[in-house]
């Protein structure tokens, strides 16, 4: 499975982002797919995680203000960012994992999933 992020950028407080994470390689239907991010000098984090049909679970940090989309026909990824606070800077990491977890029991750590893409920095000013 191979994943590429894009549409990352540089943006002023309280404006909006929409990234987007192309998957390859994989034809089935049973997987999680999830968002993380990592600010400079902090552990990677959990954004948002959901199944290919299931409903997105959040961050507490972020609720109510991103949004994560899949478009199964072109096996792509997004996650809407709205109202960007200068503490969601970060590089923004796409991942999956393969298998049936449940439409809502999808891992929010990181150790649950296994395939990575390389990163879009998101920068927030305020």
């Known amino acids: 499975v191979q994943l590429v992020e894009s549409g990352g950028g540089s943006v002023q407080a309280g404006g909006s982002l929409r990234l987007s994470c192309v998957a390859s390689g994989y034809t089935g239907n049973n997987y999680c797919v999830g968002w993380f991010r990592q600010a400079p000098g902090k552990e990677r984090e959990g954004v948002a995680s959901r199944a290919r049909d299931g409903v997105a679970r959040y961050a507490d940090s972020v609720k109510g203000r991103f949004t994560f989309s899949v478009d199964n026909a072109n096996n792509t990824l997004y996650l809407e960012m709205n109202s960007l606070k200068p503490e969601d800077t970060a590089v923004y990491y796409c991942?999956?994992?393969?298998?049936?977890?449940?439409?809502?029991?999808?891992?929010?750590?990181?150790?649950?999933?296994?395939?990575w893409g390389p990163g879009t920095q998101v920068a927030v000013s305020s």
């Open positions: 991942a999956a994992t393969l298998g049936w977890y449940g439409l809502s029991r999808c891992p929010a750590s990181q150790n649950g999933y296994n395939y």
